[in-house]
């Protein structure tokens, strides 16, 4: 099997404890399947490892093509029809995320503060 170095999309089971999970029960199961797709497609990207790199060093760098974890679950979140189905609590909190400068621990800090 080869090796993927760019984010991956599969379904982890709640009760996974490496796992914080964001309710997205108001998306309903057409809304649900058309994320998964957009999910999907982005299937293969690679890492984007120049926006990895761009959070320690000070020239920064993105690179369009690829992504990074927290920068894929961004970009779904913001993505319809997710974006227009959250709950207003977490779509105030991911609605300012910049998808390729936020580091998976700004989006777990957003998503904590959106649960409570």
Known sequence: ?????????????????????????ALN?????LALAFCERRAGMQCDWAGILGFVLPWGGHDDQDRFCSEAAVEVLHAAPVALRLPQRIGQAVAPLVRWRTKPARLYRAGESAAR
């Open 1 to 25: 099997m080869p090796l993927q170095l760019g984010p991956r999309w599969r379904r982890a089971l709640p009760l996974d404890r490496k796992w914080s999970v964001v309710n997205l029960a």
């Open 29 to 33: 199961p057409a809304d649900l399947r």
